[in-house]
């Protein structure tokens, strides 16, 4: 039997055929990722234990391959247990049976599921492991341990461990909440999970906690410049002192701002701002790298205090997390070797008692901040430094000898 579609009805098919071909098609130049176009949930399929748990998750990625940063809900839809609707976390029911694409997860306008089998309470005990292993914490940072309980064949089985710390290096609590002691190192297999006479072990790295950038005279300045200061976005709010030194241009701050400071071109101020700014840019250039992430994508990363560094140019695309890991004090130091560009919407979010202050970004060329990014932390940078469209940023643009260049921004000192 042959269709005929009304002219009407070929209009819309070749309307929507063509939107979704100028969707990918169009973003092949874009420099993050395209639109999600698949989601898959992991692990699928798993056997779980009744009562026990099982933690799900769900990776988005576009018609490139590439992981896409998105969030998901999750729910049950064919029986077994239930999940948490935010992390995950599903826990079996005590109905034993294999129920068919029951977790879905729902993000970024698709869909994905996972199979669970339930099994009568597994097997004896047969080992038990903790996570994350090796930890890296902070002194007198917080770490969270989970214990997972394991039969002969792999089954999840339902324990409640005892939790101990048996090679120093801090204290843990009934719940596996870990807090650091006052004295780094490497504490091999020193937290300890015990059930039913197993036991299960995790190394824990307890890291000094870095000094904070001293920015001086330049501490007060949420944007200095070395050449130029130009704003082109009437709405553009600034809350701290703006200046340029050794140049004297500052163009288009809209009236009344900034709040909280004043303008300072080329004058004293400005000058004794960039002598510290120097100062500060040379003691965080020089600091050693504890972790080398050349080539990753910032994005999708959670990073714990400490010094990273970039042997040239960084990207993030997404979202960064970074915790402090219970201590407010706890200082974060990324190193890049050259630029640092950050994709439309991507954001730095701050857990665990981080502060945007204690945020340093020390780039040794230009930093870009796509449209849209809500960005966090001090960005010292030895050239220029740019604000794309509906940027914000909490923290500090302090360019050594370039330009700092505004399109309706949000600048708030941190």
Known sequence: MLTFLRPSAKRAVVLLCAGLLAGVWGC??????????????????????????????????????????????????????????????FTAGTVNGTYTNTIQATGSGLTAYATVTVVGGGGALASITVTPNPATVVVNG???????????????????????????????????????????????NTVRATSGGISGYATVIVTAVEPPATLGAAGTFSILAGSTVTN?????????????????????????????????????????????????????????????????????MTLAPGVYCFNSSAGLTGTLTLTGQGNANAVFVIQIGSTLTTASSSAVNLIGGAVAGNVYWQIGSSATLG????????????????????????????????????????????
Do not use: E
């Open 28 to 89: 092949r130049s874009a420099s993050g990722p395209c639109p999600a176009v698949t989601l898959t949930v992991t692990p699928n399929p798993i056997t779980v234990s009744q009562s026990a748990t099982q933690l799900f998750t769900a990776t988005a990625m576009d018609f490139k391959g590439r992981i896409v940063a998105t969030s998901v809900t999750w729910s049950v839809v064919a029986g077994g247990g239930t999940i948490n609707a935010s992390s995950g976390l």
């Open 142 to 188: 917080t770490q969270q341990f989970v214990a997972t309980g394991r039969d002969a064949g792999n089954h999840v089985v339902a324990i409640t461990p005892a939790w101990s710390v048996v090679a120093s290096g801090g204290a843990i609590n009934g719940s596996g909440s870990f807090t650091a002691g006052a004295v780094p190192g490497t504490f091999s």
């Open 232 to 300: 082109t976005g009437a709405t553009t709010t600034i809350v701290g002192n703006v200046g340029v030194s050794p140049g004297t241009a500052i163009t288009g701050i809209p009236a009344g701002q900034p709040t909280g400071g004043s303008i300072h071109a080329g004058d004293p101020t400005a000058a004794a701002a960039q002598t510290a700014l120097t100062t500060a840019y040379n003691d965080l250039a020089g600091r050693a790298c504890g972790t080398n992430l050349t080539s990753q994508d910032l994005g999708g």
């Open 371 to 414: 449209t849209g990014t809500a960005f966090r932390g001090n960005i010292v940078a030895l050239q220029s430094i740019t604000l794309n469209s509906g940027a914000s940023l909490v923290g500090r643009a302090l360019a050594r000898n370039g330009a700092v260049t505004l399109d309706t921004n949000a600048v708030t000192l941190p």
